[in-house]
C-alpha cells in the first residue's frame, strides 16, 4: 500500500477468514524468525557525511547481504540517513516508508516538516533508510514503471510484469518483506541500539509489525499509521470497495449533496464508462491527507457524471493516480515483488507454478459475491494489480514470517476515517493482535494520518512516543 509521505504527482474476523479460506487463501506459510538466523556480515555504516537536502543528518551506506542465510552469495548498498543527536535521551526512532518501494533517505524532508513534532525530533534520534530495491539504487523495471507507476490497482500489461520478473532473476526471491526485516537487524546493530522506536507508514506498518513479531525484545513502542494488517490484504480488494461505499456516503452526507455518489460510481462501472480499477485509483489517491479526503470533488465529479457531463470526471481520473512516478521514488518492480512473495492469492504463494494459477483465480472469482464488492463488480476485482501482476509473477519463494502474532510492545495506530489506501477497518483488524494497543480514527482525515491537517493523530503520537508509550490514548 503506498505510503505518499510525497505529494502525488486483531486477527481476520472468523467470517471473514472463512470466505478467503473457500476462495483459496490462507495466511503466510510461517516459519520462525530467530535472530540467530541473520547474517553477521554487515558491521557498522560506511561513507558517512552531512546529507545534501537534511540539516543535521549524516548520510552512509549499509551493507547487508542478499541472502540472511548465506546460501546465495551477494549484497545490497542501502542508503541510510540519521539524525546527529545521537545522545537523544528517547534513542532511535526508526520511520519507515511504505509502497512497498518508496524511498526513504528521500522522504526523509517531508517526515521532519509533516509528519513528527518538533519535540519528537528533540526526544529521538531519527533515523530513515531505503529498503532494498529502492531510492537511488531502485529497481527500475522500465515498461512496468511507466503503465503503473506507483499505483496499488492499476491493470499492470501482462508482458511488463513477466518482463520485470525476467529482469530480476536471481534477486526474485530476496525481496520480501521478511528479508527487509533481517535488514532491519542489522541496521539496528550497526547503530549500537538495544532496542528501537519504529513508526511505519501504510505498508511501512506491514514491516513493522513482522520486525516486532521477529524480535520482541528489540521494539520499545511502534506507531502504526494508516495500517496493512499482518495477516495480508485481500487481494480482490473487497475491503476497500466496501469501504469506498462507507466514505463516499459519510463525506456526501457532511457535503449534504443531493445525488448519490455511491450508486453513480457503480453506474460508471457497469456501463463501462470507466474501467473499475482506475475508479478505485481516483478514490485512493483523493483518499490522502495531502490531497482531499474530504472527496468533495470526487462527489462533484460523480454528480456531474450523472448529468452527463464525464469532463470533470476525466480531469480529476488524470490528476489522481500515481502513474508517472519514477523508480526512485517509487519503485514499481520492487513495489510488485514484494507483494507477490508476501501475500497469499487464491491459487496460494508465489511458489505456485504459474499453469496452476489461473484455475484457481477462476474458481474463486465465480465464488464471489456481489453484495461484498459493490459499487465494483467481478471484472474489476479479477484485474487489479495484486491479482493481474501477481498472476503472471515468475515463481519465486514467498515470505517466511516470524509464527508469533500478538505484539508486545505498546502500539499507537492512527487511521483517517475516509482513507481508502489502508481504511479503517484494516486497523480495527489489526487492534485484535495487539496485547497493549491503541487506535485513534482521525475523522474524515485520509491516508497518512500524521500529516493530516487535523493535528488529533500527530498530536496522539506525540503524547505516546514521549510518554515512552505508556500514555493513556482514549480514540
Given at each position: 500500500m503506498?505510503?505518499?509521505?510525497?505529494?502525488?504527482?486483531?486477527?481476520?474476523?472468523a467470517?471473514?477468514l472463512?470466505?478467503?479460506s473457500?476462495?483459496?487463501?490462507?495466511?503466510?506459510?510461517?516459519?520462525?524468525?530467530?535472530?540467530?538466523?541473520?547474517?553477521?556480515?554487515?558491521g557498522?555504516?560506511?561513507?558517512?557525511?552531512?546529507?545534501?537536502?537534511?540539516?543535521?543528518?549524516?548520510?552512509?551506506?549499509?551493507?547487508?547481504?542478499?541472502?540472511h542465510?548465506?546460501?546465495?552469495?551477494?549484497?545490497?548498498?542501502?542508503?541510510v540517513?540519521?539524525s546527529?543527536?545521537?545522545?537523544?535521551?528517547?534513542?532511535?526512532?526508526?520511520?519507515l516508508?511504505?509502497?512497498p518501494?518508496?524511498?526513504?533517505v528521500?522522504?526523509?524532508?517531508?517526515?521532519?516538516?509533516?509528519?513528527?513534532?518538533?519535540?519528537?525530533?528533540?526526544h529521538?534520534?531519527?533515523?530513515?533508510?531505503?529498503?532494498?530495491?529502492?531510492?537511488?539504487?531502485?529497481?527500475?523495471?522500465?515498461?512496468?514503471?511507466?503503465?503503473?507507476?506507483?499505483?496499488?490497482?492499476?491493470t499492470?500489461?501482462?508482458?511488463?510484469?513477466?518482463?520485470?520478473?525476467e529482469?530480476l532473476?536471481?534477486?526474485r526471491?530476496?525481496?520480501?518483506?521478511?528479508?527487509?526485516?533481517?535488514?532491519?537487524?542489522?541496521?539496528?546493530?550497526?547503530l549500537?541500539a538495544?532496542?528501537?522506536v519504529?513508526?511505519?507508514?501504510?505498508?511501512?506498518?506491514?514491516?513493522?509489525?513482522?520486525?516486532?513479531?521477529a524480535y520482541?525484545?528489540?521494539?520499545?513502542?511502534?506507531?502504526?499509521d494508516?495500517?496493512?494488517?499482518?495477516?495480508?490484504f485481500?487481494p480482490?480488494?473487497?475491503?476497500?470497495?466496501?469501504?469506498?461505499?462507507?466514505v463516499?456516503?459519510?463525506?456526501?452526507?457532511?457535503?449534504r449533496?443531493?445525488s448519490?455518489?455511491?450508486?453513480e460510481?457503480?453506474?460508471?462501472?457497469?456501463?463501462?464508462?470507466?474501467?473499475?480499477?482506475?475508479?478505485?485509483?481516483?478514490?485512493?489517491?483523493?483518499?490522502?491527507?495531502?490531497?482531499?479526503?474530504?472527496?468533495?470533488?470526487?462527489?462533484?465529479?460523480?454528480?456531474?457524471?450523472?448529468?452527463?457531463?464525464?469532463?470533470?470526471?476525466?480531469r480529476?481520473?488524470?490528476q489522481?493516480?500515481?502513474?508517472?512516478?519514477p523508480?526512485?521514488?517509487?519503485?514499481?518492480?520492487?513495489?510488485?515483488?514484494?507483494?507477490?512473495?508476501?501475500?497469499?492469492?487464491?491459487?496460494?504463494?508465489?511458489?505456485?507454478?504459474?499453469?496452476q494459477?489461473?484455475?484457481a483465480l477462476?474458481?474463486?472469482?465465480?465464488?464471489?459475491?456481489?453484495?461484498?464488492?459493490?459499487?465494483?463488480?467481478?471484472?474489476?476485482?479479477?484485474?487489479?494489480?495484486?491479482?493481474?501482476?501477481?498472476?503472471?509473477?515468475?515463481?519465486?519463494?514467498?515470505?517466511?514470517?516470524a509464527?508469533?502474532?500478538?505484539?508486545?510492545a505498546p502500539?499507537?495506530?492512527?487511521?483517517g476515517?475516509h482513507?481508502?489506501f489502508?481504511?479503517?477497518?484494516w486497523?480495527?483488524q489489526?487492534l485484535?493482535?495487539?496485547?497493549?494497543g491503541?487506535?485513534?480514527?482521525?475523522?474524515?482525515?485520509?491516508?497518512?494520518?500524521?500529516?493530516?491537517?487535523?493535528?488529533a493523530?500527530?498530536d496522539?503520537?506525540?503524547d505516546?512516543?514521549?510518554s515512552?508509550g505508556?500514555?493513556?490514548i482514549?480514540?
Open positions: 503506498i505510503d505518499h509521505v510525497g505529494e502525488v504527482a486483531g486477527a481476520l474476523g467470517a471473514f472463512a470466505v478467503l473457500a476462495l483459496g487463501w490462507c495466511p503466510a506459510a510461517i516459519a520462525d524468525v530467530p535472530a540467530s538466523a541473520v547474517s553477521d556480515a554487515a557498522g555504516m560506511d561513507d558517512a557525511q552531512p546529507c545534501d537536502e537534511l540539516a543535521a543528518f549524516t548520510c552512509s551506506t549499509l551493507r547487508v547481504p542478499i541472502d542465510d548465506g546460501e546465495v552469495a551477494g549484497s545490497f548498498d542501502l542508503a540517513a540519521v546527529d543527536n545521537d545522545q537523544a535521551p528517547g534513542g532511535v526512532l526508526l520511520f516508508a511504505g509502497g518501494g518508496q524511498a526513504g528521500a522522504t526523509a524532508p517531508r517526515v521532519v516538516e509533516r509528519y513528527l513534532d518538533p519535540l519528537v525530533l528533540e529521538f534520534r531519527l533515523v530513515m533508510f531505503d529498503q532494498r530495491g529502492t531510492g537511488a539504487a531502485a529497481i527500475d523495471c522500465g515498461p512496468l514503471q511507466a503503465a503503473v507507476g506507483g499505483s496499488d490497482y492499476l499492470p500489461p501482462r508482458r511488463a510484469v513477466e518482463e520485470c520478473g529482469h532473476d536471481g534477486q526471491d530476496f525481496l520480501s518483506t521478511a528479508d527487509t526485516v533481517g535488514d532491519i537487524e542489522l541496521l539496528r546493530r550497526a549500537g538495544e532496542e528501537m519504529i513508526d511505519g507508514v501504510s505498508y511501512g506498518t506491514f514491516t513493522a509489525a513482522h520486525y516486532a513479531l520482541p525484545h528489540r521494539v520499545a513502542a511502534l506507531v502504526l494508516s495500517v496493512v494488517p499482518q495477516d495480508g485481500d480482490f480488494a473487497r475491503t476497500e470497495m466496501s469501504a469506498a461505499a462507507r463516499l456516503a459519510d463525506a456526501c452526507a457532511d457535503a449533496c443531493s448519490d455518489p455511491v450508486a460510481l457503480a453506474r460508471l462501472v457497469g456501463d463501462g464508462t470507466v474501467a473499475g480499477p482506475a475508479l478505485i485509483e481516483m478514490l485512493a489517491v483523493s483518499s490522502l491527507s495531502s490531497v482531499e479526503p474530504s472527496m468533495t470533488g470526487v462527489i462533484d465529479a460523480l454528480a456531474d457524471a450523472g448529468d452527463g457531463d464525464v469532463d470533470g470526471l476525466r480529476l481520473l488524470a489522481a493516480t500515481s502513474v508517472g512516478l523508480a526512485w521514488q517509487l519503485s514499481a518492480g520492487l513495489h510488485l515483488a514484494t507483494i507477490c512473495t508476501d501475500q497469499r492469492f487464491p491459487w496460494g504463494d508465489s511458489s505456485t507454478p504459474l499453469h494459477r489461473q484455475p477462476d474458481e474463486a472469482l465465480a465464488g464471489l459475491r456481489l453484495a461484498d464488492i459493490a459499487p465494483f463488480d467481478v471484472a474489476t476485482a479479477g484485474s487489479l494489480l495484486a491479482i493481474a501482476g501477481c498472476r503472471y509473477w515468475p515463481e519465486s519463494r514467498p515470505a517466511r514470517f509464527e508469533h502474532t500478538v505484539i508486545a502500539t499507537l495506530i492512527v487511521v476515517e482513507d481508502l489502508t481504511p479503517l477497518e486497523a480495527q489489526e485484535e493482535h495487539l496485547a497493549n491503541r487506535l485513534v480514527v482521525v475523522p474524515g482525515g485520509g491516508h497518512g494520518a500524521q500529516a493530516s491537517s487535523d493535528p493523530a500527530r496522539a503520537v506525540t505516546f512516543l514521549i515512552g505508556r500514555h493513556p482514549d480514540g
